[in-house]
C-alpha cells in the first residue's frame, strides 16, 4: 500500500475514528522522520511490526486517541526517536518499559494521560533525555513514588535531565490536605 511512498519523510494520520490498529505496511516507510497520529479515537494499539520498520523516524506524536492504552514494546526499535508526546489519551496505563532504550530521546511530553500509572524504571537515565514534561496526570502520587524509586528519586539521581516540567506542582510541594488547612 505504501511502497510507492518510499522517501516520503512526514506522515499525519488524522480522524479515522474506526482505525483500531495501524496497517502493517506503514513498516514499508524507512525514510518516515515524523509521525502524528491525531483523533484516531479506535486506535487500540501500535503493532510492533510497523515499529520496527521505521527505523528513521525521529519525532512520533500521538494524540487523541481515546481507547489506546499502552505503546507496543516495538517503540524500543526507534532508535532515532528524539521526541516522542502522547497526548489526551485517557485510556493510557503505561508506557512500555523499551522507552528507557531510546537513547536517542531527548523530549518525552505526557499531557492529559489522566490513568497513567508508571513511568519505566531508569526512564531518567536515558542517556540523551533533556525535557520531560507531564502534564495533568491524576495518579502522580503513583508516578512520584513509584514501584521502583519514581520520579522523585531519580530525579535526584539523574544528571540528564536539563527540563522538568511538572503541571502539577501543588501536588509535588504539598501532597496532603494539611497544608490547605492551616494544619489543624
Keep these: 500500500m505504501f511502497k510507492r511512498l518510499a522517501y516520503l519523510e512526514s506522515m499525519s494520520i488524522s480522524s479515522f475514528k474506526k482505525l483500531k490498529e495501524l496497517p ?45 492504552k499502552t505503546l507496543s514494546e516495538g ?3 526507534l532508535t532515532t526517536l528524539t521526541r516522542l508526546v502522547v497526548a489526551l489519551c485517557p485510556e ?47 495518579n502522580w502520587q503513583k508516578l512520584r513514588e513509584g514501584d521502583r524509586g519514581g520520579l ?5 539521581h539523574s544528571k540528564c535531565v536539563y527540563q522538568l516540567v511538572l503541571f502539577v506542582v501543588l501536588l509535588w510541594f504539598f501532597p496532603d490536605e494539611s497544608y490547605w488547612k492551616g494544619n489543624e
Design 75 to 77: 517503540l524500543q526499535h
Design 152 to 156: 522523585e528519586q531519580n530525579c535526584s
Design 92 to 138: 493510557m496505563v503505561t508506557l512500555p518499559f523499551g522507552i528507557q532504550n531510546l537513547h536517542s530521546l531527548q523530549s518525552l511530553v505526557i499531557w492529559n494521560c489522566p490513568r497513567l500509572q508508571s513511568l519505566p524504571a531508569g526512564i531518567m537515565e536515558t542517556k540523551n533525555l533533556q525535557a520531560l514534561e507531564l502534564f495533568i496526570v491524576q
Design 24 to 68: 502493517t505496511s506503514l513498516a514499508s516507510l524507512t525514510a518516515l522522520k515524523r509521525l502524528d497520529i491525531r483523533s484516531c479515537h479506535s486506535l487500540e494499539g501500535l503493532p510492533e511490526q510497523v515499529l520496527e520498520g521505521l527505523t528513521s523516524l525521529t519525532e512520533l506524536f500521538i494524540q487523541d486517541c481515546e481507547m489506546l
